[in-house]
């Protein structure tokens, strides 16, 4: 069993910065992307930033230029550091797991979170 665990929400004014963690825990032989989705009351859960086993990027373009995104490979983990912290950024925030490996056959299976809170107010 995988499990995901997500750490480093809170409570930030707005200008200032957060870094959240996750870990993959469980039997793992791979994990082909990891990345970060957020969601607010109402709306759909949107892609934040993802990062792939070659290292390619993705972000949303609300994000880019103020969010990073980067991983640990050896530990299945994911941070993602959040800079310049807007209003707008308040949501809860998933971590999601793809493409993860946890037997020799190969089979492939997708993983979340339970989510953190990260919210940007004065």
């Known amino acids: 069993q995988v499990q995901i665990v997500e750490s480093g929400g809170g409570l930030v004014q707005p200008g200032g910065s957060l870094r959240l963690s996750c870990a993959a825990s469980?039997?793992?032989?791979?994990?082909?992307?990891m990345g970060w989705y957020r969601q607010t009351p109402g709306k759909q859960r949107e892609l934040v930033a993802s990062?792939?086993?070659?290292?390619?990027?993705n972000y949303a373009d609300s994000v880019k230029d103020r969010f990073t995104i980067s991983r640990d490979f050896a530990k299945n983990s994911v941070y993602l550091q959040m800079n310049s912290l807007k209003p707008d950024d308040t949501a809860v925030y998933y971590c999601?797991?793809?493409?993860?490996?946890?037997?020799?056959?190969?089979?492939?299976?997708?993983?979340w979170g339970q989510g953190t809170q990260v919210t940007v107010s004065s």
């Open positions: 469980g039997t793992i032989f791979s994990i082909y992307t």
């Open positions: 990062i792939v086993t070659g290292g390619r990027t």
């Open positions: 999601n797991a793809q493409g993860v490996v946890t037997t020799w056959l190969g089979n492939e299976s997708d993983y």
